[in-house]
């Protein structure tokens, strides 16, 4: 009699130990697909895409269109600046070419106003003034590397102070846009900025004035 209970007790706990591996199997599984379908990392982005949102600079007829990720906190980023400007003054890609913009703040750890000048950019693009803004956060680069406050003065200078500005900044919207570019640099697996995506192809860090205008070639085809 005392064998048979401890044989009904032996298979007991292994039933319950059985269920509860199954449990813990069945829960790791729905992790998983619920991982993947957040896209991370399986679903991976092999190019960007170009949302209505996205400030731009260039003709909307262009066939070419050149998006680039940036960040206020990169020097590199501010250093690509006047080889953007001279592309787009080239007459060879003259109404060929725009450039879009693709937010993404990877020095914000480091320099953290740049988070806010990008949001603040945002809500200049609002105003119509985002690559007047732009410009003027690029202007003083080098006080975002001493970590200088820059935000009050630059808003100042374009016209953009006040409460309403303010609100835009702060506002839950304006930090999704910033949000969605984020999450999508990161899916395109980008760990530093400028990248620039030309014609299908990816082009990290600063790329060389000749490499740009090869680039733009092949995409037109005129190459």
């Known amino acids: 009699m ?27 599984e729905r992790s998983a697909f619920s991982t993947q379908s957040a896209g991370t990392p399986n679903s991976q982005l092999t190019e960007p895409s170009i ?21 206020f906190g990169s020097e590199n980023s501010v250093l690509t600046w006047p080889a953007i400007q001279s592309l787009l003054a080239e007459p060879e890609f003259k109404n060929k070419i725009q450039f879009i913009w693709k937010d993404f703040p990877s020095h914000a750890n480091i320099f953290p106003e740049s988070l806010t000048l990008h949001r603040a950019a945002r809500c200049a693009a609002v105003r119509g003034k985002f690559w007047e803004f732009q410009a003027a956060v690029f202007d003083v680069s080098n006080k975002i590397m001493l970590q200088e406050p820059v935000l009050d003065t630059i808003l100042a200078q374009t016209h953009l102070a006040g409460a309403q500005m303010q609100s835009c900044i702060d506002s839950p919207a304006i930090a999704t846009l910033i949000d969605e570019n984020i999450h999508e640099g990161a899916q395109l697996g980008l760990v530093g900025t400028p990248a620039f995506f030309i014609g299908g192809k990816r082009f990290d860090g600063i790329p060389d004035y000749a490499t740009f205008m090869t680039a733009i070639r092949n995409s037109l085809g005129t190459h």
């Open 2 to 28: 005392a064998q048979r209970r401890w044989l009904i007790g032996f298979i007991a706990a292994f039933v319950i130990v059985m269920l509860f591996w199954i449990g813990y199997a069945l829960t790791k």
């Open 51 to 71: 949302k209505i949102t996205d400030p731009r600079i260039g003709p909307e007829t262009a066939p070419v269109k050149i998006v680039y990720f940036v960040d």
